[in-house]
Every structure is written in C-alpha cells, then in structure tokens.
C-alpha cells in the first residue's frame, strides 16, 4: 500500500481558495486511485473528490463539484485538490487515501484506506 500525507490546510475567509497536497512515499503512487474525503465536527466523514491512476477520470461530491479540482502529478507523486469559492461548511479536516487495491476505482470508505492524519480546512463567515 502506498503511504500518504496531507498537507496545505489552514485558515481562510469564505469566498477564498486553498489548494492541499497529498504527498506519497513509495514507488508504487502511480499504481493507486486517490480520494479525497473530509469530516466536520460532529458529522460523519464524507466522500470529496475521486482522480484515477492516469487522472482520466474525476468524480465530485455534488457539494462541491464545480469549486473543487482533484488533479495529480506522478511524478512528484502528489494529489492536489484546489479548492476555490469556499463556504463556511467546507470546514472540516480533509483527508487523502487510496483504496486498498491498486487500479481500483473507487470511492468506497470500507474499500480505502489506511488514513492519515489529515489537514484542518477552517473556512470564517
């Protein structure tokens, strides 16, 4: 499995943009699906952005879809999700992981993982 960690969050005002990185070790980055999730306080840990092996295919939560870019560079083996127009409710602690398998797309928690220790995403009114 391939190592990640998640980084870029931070404080911004609504209306603003971030961009995280998902940084992975390991020869095998080009070989695994990435997927974005996050979870606000209190609230269960949902599903953002999905990017395939090649980046050929990209799927959207519909919260976010038209705001947010998934996109990944292979060969600094790095995800990258802009994050642009953001809103008070996309605080949250934003989370990258591969499934499990590699070339398998999906976006499925119990067919992902392990996790990381994410990367807080504050967005003020």
């Known amino acids: 499995q391939v190592q990640l960690v998640e980084s870029g969050g931070g404080l911004v005002q609504a209306g603003g943009s971030l961009r995280l990185s998902c940084a992975a070790s390991g020869r095998t980055f080009s070989s695994y699906a990435i997927d974005w999730f996050r979870q606000a306080p209190g609230k269960e840990r949902e599903f953002v952005a999905f990017?395939?092996?090649?980046?050929?295919?990209?799927h959207y939560a519909d919260s976010v879809k038209g705001r947010f870019t998934i996109a990944r560079d292979n060969a600094k083996n790095t995800v990258y999700l802009q994050m642009n127009s953001l809103k008070p409710e996309d605080t949250a602690v934003y989370y990258c992981a591969a499934p499990k398998l590699p070339y398998a797309n999906t976006w499925s928690q119990d067919r992902i993982g392990p996790w990381g220790q994410g990367t807080q995403v504050t967005v003020s009114s």
């Open positions: 990017i395939s092996v090649s980046g050929s295919i990209t």
